[in-house]
């Protein structure tokens, strides 16, 4: 099937009858679907409610359903996270519609998530009557806030409750021109039921949309970029930290070869980050160390060796700093001997209330450009300079090797031996790696490209697996990529339900949940907590274990139409199960293993954990 045929096979779900005819009334909300269309927003996730049930019948029998189409959810945490995963391999903006305060409260945690990655979302809101003459009594009465979009203010990009339907659609145009200009981020538009069902007289004027777009990026200063590229040229071991190149989305192909290009070109040694999409290939021989959460030893080590520093939007780069050189020197710590050239927008969507913008970070240079432009500006410089030949370091490791802590032959699976077997399982498929569990190590995978890896969820707020995963299989259908995610069980429970999504509306994919049948990170940190105070660690796992009874995963997958496989807890059987998983994605279904696996994080990951508690 290609990709096309997929998309439109998707789509023949849910078709209204009697739709799409000329009508012989216009109401206000058919003036905002129809501007969702003008703007090519394909998709609107959704959960009901009596607050936007005029837009809901004006996308199905006004527009037939169909650009944007539903995709009903059964929670709006899982809508929300399942635009965000969308974005993040598209770059491009989906809709999302949550039912007054209640719906936008179940939502909140995602649009934090969105927020904190740099993802664009148009999260469409509705509020009860605001005119009280007009309020239904009791319902309506709960669900009408007094500035209702203050329950997300910090932590979106901008957001509005226009008073007329010309208004609305102004708001929804200028919505997705701040929220798809980088750093990108989530948008909301909160809709009055008046305004949604108040009959039009006429339709509104034809608009051409295409004028309401985001601004053009700006360029690098020439002037910096000359300093930069002395900078660069003269240092004896420059070190690139690949952070953020499109904000949380993946990056492009031409992106991902100009870094190649620029550190090959430089000698330039580069570091990834697990928390971002992939951005360098990791088995090149100027990989410097695994990719990883936390800033690993061997990062810490690179870090240390270089003159250099070029960060294209490393997240937190001051505590990568602080971490590697002992100490920051904003707080009288250690001085960081090596010069810093910064490539970032990220300082636009800094304020007061989160705290997600980090510490701050020292640059001699600083770019307030995308990374993307800046390496371009600077490979652009450098192509007439040349640069004496530096020899490249040793080959990495081996593509997969096995996890410390239990051999991959051992009795018990691990986390290693899960991607072992994975990759010996998918054979010569392009996989998409969708999430990767707290417990990952970054040397048991290797990115070649963009779509290897689409990175973490911003937010780290635990429960943003399954919808992400699924929004992320949806712009993956029909690519030919086998789009899998890997993540704790934890994750997997709090959301399990965004699964019905992709069952419903056939979007294959694979999950492997990593089976600890605990909240181990958290055993980890009250294990910490009963050594400082020297008392017994054997209760660490008390309020963490999910056990007695231990829940049914592939059971919860199974009863919602979902392919459920395992308990799989033999080494043995564990390829045998995987393949047979994907099997069952490419026939079109979703699939979900659960594998047992050995409680504890990958040796390196534990390592770098506590090394950040330290500093
Ligand atoms: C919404 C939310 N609640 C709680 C936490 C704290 N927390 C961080 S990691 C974690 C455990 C996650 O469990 P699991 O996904 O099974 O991964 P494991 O640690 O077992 O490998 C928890 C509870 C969080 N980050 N977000
Ligand atoms: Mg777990």
Redesign the pocket.
């Known amino acids: 099937m290609d990709r096309n045929e997929a998309v439109a096979a998707g789509s023949e779900i849910e078709r209204p009858v009697g739709a799409a005819a000329p009508p012989s009334s216009l109401w206000g909300s058919d003036a905002i679907a129809e501007t969702l269309r003008d703007l090519g927003i394909p998709w609107i996730t959704l959960n009901p409610g009596a607050s936007f049930r005029g837009l809901h019948d004006s996308l199905v029998n006004y527009l037939g359903n169909r650009q944007p189409q539903m995709l009903l959810c059964l929670h709006e945490e899982s809508a929300v996270a399942i635009a965000h995963g969308w974005a993040k391999v598209t770059g491009r903006p989906m809709a999302a519609a949550v039912h007054s305060n209640v719906g936008l409260m179940h939502a909140s945690?995602a649009v934090f998530d969105a927020w904190c990655d740099r993802i664009p979302l148009l999260l469409i809101g509705a509020t009860g009557h605001f005119d009280a003459a007009r309020r239904r009594p009791w319902i309506e009465w709960i669900h009408t806030a007094q500035d209702q979009g203050a329950l997300i203010r910090a932590f979106v990009k901008y957001d509005d409750q226009p008073a007329s339907v010309a208004a609305a659609r102004e708001s929804i145009l200028r919505a997705v021109q701040i929220a798809t200009t980088p750093p990108m981020g989530p948008v909301y538009i909160n809709l009055d039921v008046l305004l949604q069902e108040q009959r039009l007289e006429a339709p509104l004027p034809k608009l051409d949309v295409s004028r309401y777009r985001a601004p053009a990026p700006p360029a690098p200063d020439p002037g910096l970029v000359a300093r930069a590229v002395e900078l660069l040229a003269s240092a004896k071991s420059p070190l690139m930290l690949v952070g953020r190149c499109a904000g949380g989305a993946v990056g492009g192909e031409e992106g991902w070869r100009a870094r190649v290009a620029l550190a090959e070109k430089l000698g330039m040694r580069a570091l990834t980050d697990i928390k971002a999409p992939a951005g360098f290939p990791t088995d090149h021989p100027l990989h410097a160390a695994a990719p990883s959460t936390f800033s690993t030893p061997e990062m810490a080590e690179a870090i240390k060796g270089a003159d250099v520093l070029l960060s294209l939007d490393w997240i937190d780069l001051a505590g990568t700093l602080r971490t590697a050189f002992g100490g920051d020197p904003v707080y009288g710590g250690a001085a960081i001997p090596a010069k810093v050239i910064q490539a970032s927008i990220d300082q636009h969507v800094h304020h007061g209330w989160s705290k997600d913008h980090m510490g701050l970070p020292p640059a001699d240079i600083y770019f307030l450009n995308e990374p993307d432009a800046v390496v371009r500006a600077l490979l652009a410089a450098l192509s007439a300079k040349a640069i004496a030949a530096k020899a490249l370091p040793a080959a990495q490791a081996p593509p997969v090797r096995p996890a410390d802590g239990a051999a991959a032959k051992g009795p018990i699976i691990d986390v290693g031996m899960v991607a072992q077997r994975l990759r010996a399982a998918a054979g010569n498929r392009a996989v998409s790696l969708l999430r990767t569990?707290?417990?990952w190590g970054g040397h048991i995978w290797h990115f070649r490209g963009p779509q290897d890896y689409i990175g973490f969820d911003g937010g780290?707020?635990?429960?943003s697996?399954p919808g992400m995963a699924v929004g992320a299989a949806l712009a993956l259908r029909g690519s030919g990529r086998l789009p899998v995610a890997i993540?704790?069980?934890?994750?997997?429970?709090?959301s399990v339900q965004a699964l019905w999504t992709a069952a419903h509306y056939r979007i294959p994919l694979l999950i492997l949940v990593?089976?600890?049948r605990?909240?181990?990170?958290?055993?980890?940190h009250q294990e910490r907590v009963a050594r400082m105070r020297s008392r017994p660690v054997e209760n660490r796992w008390i309020g963490?274990r999910?056990g007695e009874p231990e829940v049914d995963l592939a059971q919860m997958a199974r009863a919602q139409g979902c392919r459920g496989i395992g308990p799989v807890s033999e080494p043995a059987t564990l390829e045998a199960a995987i393949a047979e998983g994907i099997r069952a994605v490419e026939q079109g279904q979703v699939c979900v293993l659960d594998i047992r696996v050995a409680?504890g994080?990958d040796a390196s990951t534990a390592a770098a954990m506590a090394k950040a508690e330290k500093k």
């Not at 605990?518 to 980890?524: G, K, Q, T």
């Open positions: 945690m569990p707290l417990s780290a707020g635990i429960g697996g993540m704790g069980d934890g994750d997997y429970l709090m990593v089976n600890n605990s909240f181990f990170n958290d055993e980890i963490q999910i409680p994080y």
